[in-house]
């Protein structure tokens, strides 16, 4: 009792993450979700984006689908975080222990991240190629790598808040791809363009867009670290962790 | 230790819990009784820290639980209703979970651990995935749970609910044997757990408390307690009524049953009357009359008919008849 709060704090995360990630891998999902994540990367960069057709030694081919690809991959993976625990009940043991909401809310998030940074560093062999093949520009890689960190961060953290309002696993699952969805389209080149010849104002259509993964996703492909878009991603976690925390709370008031 | 002072929930425009009050102190153990749905379990849950109440207050040692509610928590063990548990985990792992999450660490974990395992009869499926757990187990592993960090105060959503009679036995002098250094609530439906455990009771219906006291003086409220039974040989069961009916004290005799050779009858004394003179009068009726007598007791009252007057008044009257 008289330990001092931030050590508690980081127990309690502690705890929490490594119960998280034990089960992702205690049951088959994560062997599953990880092969299937490989596999479509795989065939998106090399069948559909022609990773070899183009004679560029980039991964740009491979990058551009992320957005598409989280869109299924991510929600499956937070899907079941929040709603699984209403489910079983387990909801009610775990704010009945001396933890606080923000704890569990972050440390659920963190640890569906780590398992999503472990998917994703398992495309390493595409840098290895691409090197073996060419001379990219490694600092363009890993910018690419950052862009994809950070978006998948900004799904899953939308995931979190979906999860917490349904204790369906499959409501939570849909509501989150159709969130993640509009927030790709808003800035999606081919609607943004229909957007303005169909005589929306500029001001409008910059403004949407600015609220879009994709604006900001682009900008990191492009090899540029701009602090407004690494702001971007990261406020969109925090709002949806936050939101997140206010639906458990008021649920129980 | 505990004081829940004015509690009320509501949920919309329903109303779950109604007023409700009470105090328990070291040493005690206080039964919850109620119909299903009479707002127990949203009582524990307010109790816990799970819900927050509408209106009122609760205290738990020196904390109040929405004010202070981890200093709250810390001392509170919790087994909820349907003992929910992680499926996908093993049981050494669940306890170490929750060992974590109460802040024990090093070989302090490790040996709350095996001592919650021990105390509930876990040994054997210790390293068992929990989903194939039977009930009986997965309950107790869920009562271990709430145990582990040797908790001042604990709070059992129906801990016998889907144990077997053995089972049962166990936790209930489980209950009792934490019961002398604890503060235990418990909830339950099943009302000879009440006088198995408890050191006081309360009875909730539709969300207010509406009978309080040790269970003997619950008990004293039932419509039959204080009669004196009798079980008599005899050829005419009305010549022995109408003698029985002669004694001063007595209000009123039932024949309770009558076949040929012995009848039994029930006498109810008035209401100033102890049922120990009257019980005493009988026996001496008994030897002027030279009756054939081999039973003769005074009725303690029942529970569950205490119960039943309590939250059924409509049909008080037909039970009653019976």
């Known amino acids: 009792m008289s330990q001092p709060i931030s050590n508690t704090s980081m127990g309690n995360l502690k705890a929490v993450i490594k119960r998280e990630l034990l089960s992702y891998f205690f049951s088959p999902i994560a062997y599953v979700f990880i092969v299937i994540f490989l596999l479509l990367a795989g065939f998106f960069t090399f069948m559909i984006g022609g990773f070899f057709e183009r ?22 993976v937070g899907m079941r975080l929040w709603s699984e625990e209403k489910r079983l009940g387990t ?87 159709v969130i993640c969805l509009l927030l790709i389209l808003c800035g999606w080149m081919p609607v943004t363009d229909l957007l303005i010849t169909s005589g929306a104002p500029v001001w409008l259509v910059d403004l949407v867009a600015g609220l879009s993964f994709m604006t900001h996703y682009e900008g990191l492909q492009r090899g540029v670290v701009d602090s407004r878009d690494v702001i971007y991603f990261l406020s969109v976690i925090v709002f949806a962790l936050f939101t997140n925390a206010i639906i458990l709370r008021d649920e129980r008031a | 230790m505990i004081k829940v002072e004015n509690l009320r929930k509501t949920f919309g425009s329903k109303i779950a819990v109604d007023g409700v009050s009470f105090e328990v102190k070291k040493g005690e153990v206080l039964g919850f009784l109620g119909p299903n749905g009479a707002g127990k379990s949203t009582t524990m849950r ?56 109460r802040g024990l660490r090093g070989a302090e974990k490790s040996k709350a651990v095996d ?13 068992q995935s929990i989903e194939t757990l039977s009930k009986g187990y997965r309950h107790r592993t869920c009562f271990a749970q709430s145990i582990i960090h040797d908790p001042e105060v604990l709070i059992l959503d129906e801990p016998t609910d889907g144990l077997d009679p053995n089972q049962k036995h166990e936790v209930r002098s489980l209950i009792r044997r934490m019961g002398e250094e ?46 004196v039974v009798v079980r008599v040989h005899h050829s005419e ?86």
């Open chain 2, 182 to 227: 604890k503060v235990i609530i418990f909830s339950t439906h099943i009302l000879e757990e009440v006088e198995a455990a408890c050191s006081s009771a309360i009875i909730i219906d539709r969300g207010r408390i509406v009978a309080k006291g040790t269970p003997d003086e619950l008990k004293k409220t039932s419509p039959r307690a204080g009669s």
């Open chain 2, 46 to 101: 307010m109790i816990t820290g799970f819900l927050q109440p509408t209106a009122g207050k609760v205290r738990v040692g020196d904390y109040n639980m929405w004010e202070n509610p981890l200093q709250a928590k810390r001392l509170i063990g919790y087994l909820p209703e349907n003992a929910p548990l992680y499926e996908d985990m093993t049981v050494s792992a669940f306890l170490e979970f929750v060992a974590d999450l």
């Open chain 2, 115 to 127: 001592k919650a395992v021990d105390t509930c009869f876990l040994q054997s499926v210790r390293h």
């Open chain 2, 237 to 322: 069961p009305d010549a022995v009524k109408s003698r029985l009916q002669g004694i001063n004290d007595v209000s009123e005799v039932e024949v309770v049953e009558k076949n040929g050779a012995a009848s039994v009858f029930r006498a109810i004394p008035k209401a100033q009357t102890s049922s120990d003179s009257l019980s005493l009068q009988i026996s001496e009726m008994i030897g002027t009359e030279n009756w054939k007598c081999d039973e003769l007791h005074t009725e303690e009252g029942r529970l569950d008919e205490v119960f039943r007057k309590i939250t059924m008044p409509d049909t008080e009257t037909a039970s009653a008849s019976k």
């Open chain 1, 55 to 76: 004679g560029q030694a980039t991964l740009e081919s491979f990058f551009m689908w992320h957005p598409w690809l989280y869109l299924f991959f991510v929600p499956a």
């Open chain 1, 91 to 177: 909801l009610e043991l775990l704010f009945t222990m001396p933890v606080q909401l923000w704890q569990v809310a972050v440390a659920k998030f963190l640890a569906s991240w780590i398992f999503l940074i472990l998917a994703l560093a398992l495309t390493f062999p595409y840098v290895i190629t691409v090197n073996w093949l060419g001379d990219p520009d490694n600092g363009v890689i890993l910018c690419g790598y950052i862009g994809s960190f950070l978006l998948s961060g900004a799904y899953l953290a939308i995931s979190c808040m979906t999860s917490a309002l349904t204790r369906s696993q499959v409501i939570s699952f849909i509501l989150s791809v």
